[in-house]
């Protein structure tokens, strides 16, 4: 959440420098998760009156996902709880990364499709987990060290430094490797080199920060996917598999991983079958979105991105 002003940049990065290693100490003495969810309610409620802009784009987003105006209440609520919801998945983020897996694995409701990621190690060629900024994703290391799996997260640094320190380090304690870009011009080859020894690669695709995405409807209105993880399963021949984890109203957890989606043909059909492949991503992603609209994290205009505009 990078602001217009050096000094404010300067500002938030000295209070989320503060902020995140202290609720992250604190997570560790919360006899009860609900408790954090608490103080966090409060600081998402506090967050929105001190950035209103931000707010202001969460319900523009909100407003096309559900197609009602940016004033209707309903579009308000969800607006608000999205942001409660996303200082919530930091809450359980630094709860059960501090803890026994089991604690985590405990509040698991509903696990579908595992079978999928099972075959798929199997073949020995890899795989592709591509999920959104929606729900709890980072939990989703927990799961995979539960059956023996280590996953090689491919993520943006965060602007504020000491956020990503913090994140780096619980991704660690999760068994999961992160593998750091800046989205331009990165090298591909140690992903290609991971996926061909059989390993697992976690990677968001809703999120074009290249700036070279295909465009896709979504909710209604073209806005460009990136092209990365599908250019990458088209020279590797891994499958990837959408994979989505997410809260229910009792802040249990249910993870679902969908059927390989395979990037096949010779060069003049790789564009299609990346586009095709691409379609169903965002069809799983549209359907996540609709049951559990609060549970989409978006903090900037995601149809009407300004980075995109270059004129």
Same mark, same amino acid.
């Given at each position: 959440m990078q602001t217009p002003s050096r000094l404010l940049d300067l500002f938030y990065g000295a209070?989320?420098?503060?902020?995140?290693?202290l609720f992250h100490f604190a997570a560790r003495s919360f006899a009860r998760r609900e408790r954090g969810h608490e103080i966090a309610d409060q600081i998402a409620n506090a967050f929105m009156d001190v950035q209103p802009r931000y707010l202001e784009a969460i319900l523009d987003n909100t407003a096309q996902v559900m197609g009602l105006k940016p004033t209707h209440p309903r579009v308000e609520r969800t607006a608000r709880e999205m942001v409660r919801q996303h200082a919530r998945a930091w809450v359980d983020f630094f709860y059960f990364g501090q803890r026994p897996v089991e604690e985590a694995l !405990?509040?698991? !409701?509903?696990l579908e499709g595992m079978e999928h990621l099972d075959g798929v190690l199997a073949e020995g060629k890899g795989a592709i987990l591509l999920t959104a900024h929606a729900g709890n994703f980072e939990l989703g290391g927990l799961l995979l060290r539960s059956r023996n799996l280590k996953v090689h997260a491919v993520y943006?640094?965060?602007?504020? !430094?000491a956020v990503e320190r913090l994140r780096e380090g619980m991704r660690a304690q999760g068994g999961v490797v992160g593998i750091p870009v800046d989205g331009v011009g990165f090298s591909t080859l140690p992903l290609v080199r991971l996926l061909r020894e059989g390993a697992?690669?976690?990677?968001?695709?809703?999120?074009?920060?290249?700036?070279?995405?295909?465009?896709?409807?979504?909710?209604g209105r073209e806005v460009p996917f990136p092209r990365g993880p599908w250019e990458l399963a088209a020279m590797t021949g891994a499958p990837i598999i959408t994979s989505f984890l997410y809260t229910d109203e009792e802040r249990r957890f249910h993870a679902?991983?969908?059927?390989p989606i395979r990037v096949l043909g010779g060069?003049?059909?790789?564009?299609a079958a990346i586009e095709a492949g691409m379609r169903t991503y965002v069809t799983h992603l549209e359907e996540l979105i609709r049951r559990h609209p609060s549970q989409w994290y978006c903090f900037y205009p995601f149809w009407d991105d300004p980075a995109r505009n270059t004129g």
């Open positions: 209070v989320f420098g503060t902020l995140f290693p !405990a509040q698991f !409701a509903s943006k640094p965060d602007h504020f !430094a697992l690669v976690g990677m968001q695709g809703d999120r074009d920060f290249s700036l070279n995405g295909v465009p896709m409807s979504f909710f679902r991983f969908s059927e060069r003049g059909e790789r564009m």
